[in-house]
């Protein structure tokens, strides 16, 4: 009878053993399912922050292309417009030039118009 019972207490101890065995095997799956999980969870999370930071990037270079473009369209604009008041300024030049010329041609022919009336009178007088 001693035998007996010594044989079931190692039966059920045995058995106890067998059923912590399985639920710290279960444990250890249910951690490591939860580790691969996470490390899942991380590489998506990562994955979107690069693809994100890669977004960044892209508009970051886009929009200094924008603004060397934005600049050298600037740049542009004011030598044409310069050219332009160049040309105005020499335009008016020329007219001032040329208007000059023609005070100066008129107050010449004023003259000798009044030499040859002087003349004529003297002639006559």
């Known amino acids: 009878r001693k035998q007996s019972a010594s044989a079931e207490w190692k039966q059920s101890a045995m058995r106890y053993s067998d059923a912590v ?21 991380q590489r998506r999370a990562e994955a979107e ?8 990037q892209q508009a970051m270079v ?15 604009a004011e030598a044409e417009r310069d050219a332009v008041q160049q040309q105005l300024q020499q335009a008016m030049t020329e007219r001032d030039q040329q208007h000059e010329a023609l005070l100066e041609e008129q107050r010449q022919a004023e003259e000798e118009r009044d030499a040859v009336q002087q003349a004529a009178a003297a002639i006559d007088g």
Request: net charge negative.
């Open 21 to 41: 065995q399985q639920q710290l095997q279960q444990a250890m799956a249910e951690r490591d399912q939860q580790h691969v999980a996470s490390l899942e969870e």
């Open 49 to 56: 922050r690069d693809a994100v930071q890669r977004q960044l």
């Open 62 to 76: 886009e929009r200094d292309q924008q603004h060397v473009a934005s600049q050298e369209e600037q740049r542009r």
